[in-house]
């Protein structure tokens, strides 16, 4: 699946440093989405975008700030993270609110 | 809330043997989504259910929903190593906006 891009890959951060995940899609998506995969937990939806307009966010702390210039990119700003935040960031898009969600390969966040 | 639990946690077959995963919801079900995780990587969508009783397949994986017990399965038939992975459902919180929330997956190995 080559459609969703996620980078980095991998990121490694400080509790005091300021990092940003970036996601495109190159499938002509309406809607974006960032869910969190922790260990031995599912995953959580943590924000969802339609037509750039953010339309959910799931109780998520302040620590993290969504962007999305376009429909064709979205960014996750992190900021004075905590141990607790690391897990796999992975972004998705759909088509509208009917259609299945495609992922990308996600954002192994390590936080020390 | 709604939560979605998968049976069983995990799952060790021999090549060649059947399979069946259960997905069960703690409320109705407004649409089914099958998906297929290796490990560290993105989600693939398998196959999405709507309707009660629907039916799909896709090459030796069919999904059932059944709408009155609020539950869903998955099955593979004459199970190969390129089956293995960790398999989620996804549910429609019928929010809109595709607001899915996962089961924590059912982890599935094929040994040959």
């Known amino acids: 699946e080559t459609g969703v891009t996620q980078t980095p890959r991998h990121l490694v951060m400080g509790m005091t440093n300021k990092k940003s995940l970036k996601c495109e899609q190159h499938?002509?998506?309406?809607?974006m989405y960032w869910y969190k995969q922790s260990a031995k937990k599912p995953l959580e939806l943590m924000f969802v975008?339609?037509?750039?307009?953010?339309?959910e966010n799931n109780s998520v702390p302040s620590r993290f700030s969504p962007e999305c210039p376009n429909s064709s990119h979205l960014f996750l700003h992190l900021h004075t993270l905590q141990p607790e935040d690391s897990a796999l960031y992975l972004c998705?898009?759909?088509?509208?609110?009917?259609?299945?969600?495609?992922f990308g390969n996600g954002t192994r966040l390590t936080v020390t | 809330s709604q939560e979605l639990e998968q049976s069983p946690q995990s799952l060790i077959v021999q090549e060649g043997k059947n399979l069946t995963i259960n997905c069960t919801s703690s409320?109705?079900?407004?649409?089914l989504y099958w998906y297929k995780q290796k490990y560290g990587e993105g989600l693939i969508f398998l196959m999405m259910l709507q309707k009660g009783g629907e039916e799909k397949s896709h090459e030796k994986i069919t999904a059932k929903l059944d709408e009155k017990k609020q539950q869903s399965s998955l099955h593979i038939t004459a199970s190969q190593p390129s089956h293995a992975g960790i398999y989620l459902c996804g549910a429609d919180e019928a929010g809109g906006y595709n607001k899915l929330i996962f089961g924590a997956g059912t982890r599935l190995a094929v040994h040959p």
């Open positions: 975008y339609s037509l750039e307009e953010r339309v």
């Open positions: 409320k109705t079900l407004y649409g």
């Open positions: 998705a898009s759909s088509q509208d609110n009917m259609s299945p969600l495609h």
């Open positions: 499938l002509g998506h309406n809607a």
